[in-house]
Nanobody, 129 residues
């Protein structure tokens, strides 16, 4: 069982930055592909970004590409999401997820919430315009 705990959410103005963190309680952290998803009120959960077990491959939704950066520190069992140039439409609950995707670089799989076995409780990000 893997427990994921997100932190770093908050209320910011448009154009500001935030960094989300997700700490995992597993010795096998570097086995998992780690992803960030978000869900806005009245909308379905959507893919934001993912990073391979080694950190060598990163994937982004078009809506956040060039603004968000995903990284991981396997020594600290933590994945991060640096969010820059935030927009009102980035307002959502952000979820961290862990998936046993191995060395897959299939973007359809990596961006699918169905491929992730473990989820955090979410952290709220609110961007005021």
């Amino acid at each position: 069982q893997v427990q994921l705990v997100e932190s770093g959410g908050g209320l910011v103005q448009a154009g500001a930055s935030l960094r989300l963190s997700c700490a995992a309680s597993t010795r096998a952290f570097n086995w998992y592909t780690m992803g960030w998803f978000r869900q806005a009120p009245g909308k379905e959960r959507e893919f934001v970004a993912a990073i391979s077990w080694s950190g060598g491959s990163k994937f982004y939704a078009d809506s956040v590409k060039d603004r968000f950066i995903i990284t991981r520190d396997n020594a600290k069992d933590t994945v991060y999401l640096q969010m820059n140039s935030l927009k009102a439409e980035d307002t959502a609950v952000y979820y961290c997820a862990a998936g046993s995707l191995g060395a897959s670089r299939n973007s359809a799989r990596i961006s699918s919430s169905n491929e992730y076995e473990y989820w955090g409780q979410g952290t709220q990000v609110t961007v005021s315009s």
